[in-house]
């Protein structure tokens, strides 16, 4: 049992590059999410999934995208990226019932 | 929506004392999570507490729903215990998250 799993670890992208971050979880929880963590704060909601074919935007959407076509997978997509967008990125997940989340290792992506 | 806050933002402590952090939120909640983010950025999951008191070995957690907040203990404090600590607070489908407090644990 994995867990929840995030490829890459690293990345650097050129401005106006695009990319999609992986994430994959074997729990089959129906909800999965996708944070961004800024240096030295906390963590923000991007976009969210209640299960496979549904997303909704979290409190940080613009620039990315996100699909759900599996109940293992929720990839998210960066398209045009920007010197903004440097971050480490965390994915989660959690069953229906319990409000307990499960994070990935992260992923630190750097916008140059 | 809901704010969710920390204190004290930072703290710093001598190995083997004892401490206090304390997580705040403005509405009811769902649920309730702390985190250790280790100096690697990991977050391990410490506690799912949406009430109640949980002790794991040195460690332990309060939330009092009903007053909106929650409290973390840390009792002798070691040197691995040094990151950030984050509560997380379940508000419909979603969670928000503190600011953190930054522990750092000297030896």
């Known amino acids: 049992n994995a867990g929840v799993t995030q490829t890459p670890k690293f990345r650097i992208l050129k401005i106006g590059q695009s990319m999609t971050l992986q994430c994959t979880q074997d729990m089959n929880h129906n909800y999965m999410y996708w944070y961004r963590q800024d240096p030295g704060m906390g963590l923000k909601l991007i976009y969210y999934?209640?299960?496979?074919?549904?997303?909704d935007k979290g409190e940080v959407p613009n620039g990315y995208n996100v699909s759900r076509s599996t109940t293992e997978d929720f990839p998210l997509r960066l398209e045009l990226a920007a010197p903004s967008q440097t971050s480490v990125y965390f994915c989660a997940s959690r069953d229906g019932i319990a409000y307990e989340q499960y994070f990935g290792p992260g992923t630190r992506l750097t916008v140059t | 929506g809901i704010q969710v806050e920390q204190s004290p933002p930072d703290l710093i402590l001598q190995e083997g004392a004892n401490s206090t952090l304390r997580c705040n939120f403005s509405?009811?909640?769902?649920?309730l999570q702390w985190f250790h983010q280790n100096p690697w950025g990991q977050l391990i999951n410490l506690f799912y507490i949406p009430s109640g008191t949980k002790q794991n070995g040195r460690l332990s957690a309060t939330t009092v729903a009903t007053e909106r907040y929650s409290l973390l203990y840390i009792s002798s404090s070691q040197t691995t215990d040094s990151g950030v600590y984050f509560c997380?607070?379940?508000?419909?489908?979603?969670?928000?998250f503190g600011p953190g407090t930054r522990l750092s644990v000297l030896p």
């Open positions: 509405d009811s909640v769902n649920n």
């Open positions: 999934s209640v299960g496979a074919g549904i997303t």
């Open positions: 997380a607070a379940a508000y419909g489908q979603n969670f928000v």
